[in-house]
């Protein structure tokens, strides 16, 4: 028999006449992810049934289901006739092995959809409480906060099921165009590219790499964030941009508290190379109001300047705290937290300029010649690519 998963669909039930593409995405999100397992998804009213090949690990799926938005929360269900009796001794099977315990309170939550059902739905509740207090005579009912829920719902079939497990939310990876994410090592970009993953966009990372100034270390640690997030982006590809003679140039040839203003210059105007050679429309950047120099008001409307792409800063507005705490819960802080040190870091300057004019430093940017620097960076550029589950592809 198939493992049952009952998916429940945030935003996309509030779709009007796209509905049916959001869904049938989130359908082959979920599908892709847990190959080479079996999958059939049906779905009834706002919920997806999965059916799954029986051998495909709990915890494989678990992955799958709790990185992929658009899905609000899920629950192992299993699915019973129609009949009073039926849907008892089912529930009396699989209590023993769910979260609930002789201890604390508990509660029933029955969905009667089927309005011909002969139960109504307290009646239904009634009798599944009595069910539940036959296993666990120590539970005691809570309506309002109780420590377990056994959930019934009565549709083309009966559906049983208890823990229910909390997910992203969000739409469907892929349903909102495709963008460019500038994934350095550190705390903020994998963030930004997760928040623009659940809105739907499916995004690609450029990582800028300074070697020798930027060690090995710094590479494997890009890459290992891009694997923690391809899941969440439905899949990932990680152009690794060698740019160590464009920053020694900049060093040398420009000023000095211009130099980390000129090298995210030339950053978006590489990305954006990249970005139009593989259909994205947009660069995202995990660029917050004023964390560092380089992010003040003047400096991003000077690098904006550098591009004619949709510059997306989905972590303008937020403070470092909340950004902490995203990267912890998806699981990026502890690798963006090594130690190995980027290359703004490598190259910045002592006192940049956090005002700059966008008129005077986009004429310097003009006289560094940037182009041909450009030119071989894109040239050099090697591609790494991870899947829908994080595991690096072979080349
Ligand atoms: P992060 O935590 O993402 O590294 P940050 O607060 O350290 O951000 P900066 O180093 O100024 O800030 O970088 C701002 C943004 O520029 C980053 O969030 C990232 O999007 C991009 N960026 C910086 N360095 C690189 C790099 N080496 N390769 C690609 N993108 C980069
Ligand atoms: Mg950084």
């Known amino acids: 028999m198939d493992k049952l998963y009952l998916i429940k669909e945030g935003e996309i039930s509030l779709k009007g006449g796209n509905r049916k593409l959001f869904e049938k995405r989130l359908r082959q999100n979920i599908k892709d992810k847990i190959r080479p397992y079996k999958s059939e998804i049906d779905r009834q009213k706002g919920r997806l049934y999965a059916y799954i090949e029986e051998s495909a690990p709990e915890d494989i799926i678990d992955k799958a289901l709790r990185t992929t938005s658009g899905i609000v929360g899920y629950a192992k269900a299993y699915r019973t006739e129609k ?52 296993i666990f005579p120590a539970l005691e009912v809570n309506l309002d906060d109780p420590d377990y829920t056994l959930f019934c719902e009565i549709r083309n079939e009966a559906y049983l099921y208890t823990d229910q497990i909390r997910c992203e939310g969000g739409l469907p990876a892929g349903t909102a165009g495709r963008g460019m994410l500038l994934l350095s090592g550190g705390i903020d970009s994998p963030v930004a590219g997760y928040m623009m993953a659940k809105r ?31 899941p969440y982006t439905q899949g990932m ?3 690794v941009v060698p740019f160590t003679d464009g920053q020694v140039h900049i060093r040398d040839n420009g000023y000095e508290e211009e130099a980390t203003l000129m090298f995210r210059a030339s950053m978006m105007q590489t990305a954006e ?8 429309v947009a660069i995202v950047t995990g660029e917050a109001l004023s964390q560092v120099a380089s992010q003040t008001l003047d400096a991003m409307s000077f690098t904006d300047s550098m591009t004619e792409l949709l510059v997306i800063r989905p972590l303008v507005g937020m403070d470092k705290e909340d950004i902490i705490r995203i990267a912890r819960r998806i699981g990026t802080y502890e690798t963006s937290i090594l130690p190995y040190e980027d290359c703004c870091v490598v190259f910045s300057p002592k006192h940049p300029v956090t005002r700059p004019v966008k008129e005077v430093s986009k004429r310097h940017f003009e006289e560094l010649k940037m182009e041909g620097f450009i030119e071989d960076a894109v040239k050099n550029t090697k591609v790494y690519t991870f899947d829908s589950m994080g595991r690096e592809l072979d080349a």
């Open 237 to 239: 590809r990680l152009f």
């Open 83 to 134: 009949d009073i009796e039926a849907i008892i001794r089912t529930a009396k099977e699989i209590l023993p092995a769910s979260s609930f315990r002789n201890e604390g309170t508990f509660r029933i939550t029955v969905k009667r959809e089927d309005k011909q059902f002969p139960l109504n739905s307290h009646q239904i509740a009634v009798e599944l409480a009595k069910a539940v207090a036959e």
């Open 200 to 230: 739907g966009m499916k995004c690609d990372a450029i990582y800028f790499h300074a070697y020798p100034y930027t060690s090995d270390e710094a590479l494997e640690k890009v890459k290992t964030l891009a694997s923690l997030i391809a």
């Open 273 to 280: 190379r990249i970005a139009k050679a593989n259909d994205a």
